[in-house]
């Protein structure tokens, strides 16, 4: 693991402006075959504790499950980890709002479309409908954000949304809360709740 989260890092200086030779190395090294572009370190989590959940080792067959800090870098990573770069299979997760960005950066790198799967606004609001509100605001209440939550709820600005919209809205309020509650909640997944394109994309790999 060790390892592939040093590949991980290679690739976001890599990205970032540096130079590729030491993911280049890692990829061959730690024997990467599959790189998981997702938006953010959130949906890493969630793939990730579904991947351990299902009993998957997932470095140990290759796989690393790259957040690119936002859709909109999709171009330069697919770019550096698909054919014209390390030529690595490619899968991943977009939001539907971001699904223009995927579909233009995997054309421009000539890297096959199937294995990305569309999440109808995120990953968070496929797990809150999944789970339903009522187990998620339990899973707060385990968490020991009950308060925080009864604070959020009584801002002016939040009382005339569905509840779904402000249990999503309250996860990305501080900085870390979307990437503890994307394992959380997965974790309390039984296994027919499991989000489709969570699902497919586990299945893809």
Do not use: N
């Not at 308060?147 to 939040?158: C, D, E, G, M």
């Amino acid at each position: 693991m060790v390892d592939m989260r040093a590949f991980r890092d290679a690739v976001s200086g890599w990205a970032a402006g540096g130079p590729g030779g030491p993911a280049s190395d890692l990829a061959v090294r730690v024997g990467v075959r599959t790189a998981v572009l997702v938006e953010g370190p959130s949906d890493r989590e969630a793939v990730e504790a579904l991947a351990a959940r299902r009993g998957r080792d997932l470095a140990a067959e290759g796989v690393c499950v790259v957040s690119m800090g936002g859709a909109m870098s999709i171009g330069r990573y697919t770019e550096l980890l698909g054919p014209p770069g390390l030529d690595l299979r490619l899968a991943g997760l977009c939001d539907v709002a971001e699904q223009r960005f995927y579909d233009r950066g995997l054309e421009r790198a000539r890297a096959p479309r199937e294995d990305f799967f569309v999440c109808v606004s995120d990953l968070e609001d496929e797990l809150i409908r999944a789970l339903g509100t009522a187990r998620v605001e339990e899973i707060v209440r385990a968490a020991g954000d009950l308060r925080a939550w009864q604070t959020f709820l009584r801002q002016p600005a939040q009382h005339a949304r569905p509840r779904q919209q402000q249990l999503r809205r309250f996860l990305g309020t501080k900085k870390g809360r979307k990437i503890r509650y994307g394992r959380l909640l997965v974790e309390a997944l039984a296994p027919e709740q499991t989000p489709a394109p969570l699902d497919d994309l586990l299945t893809s790999l």
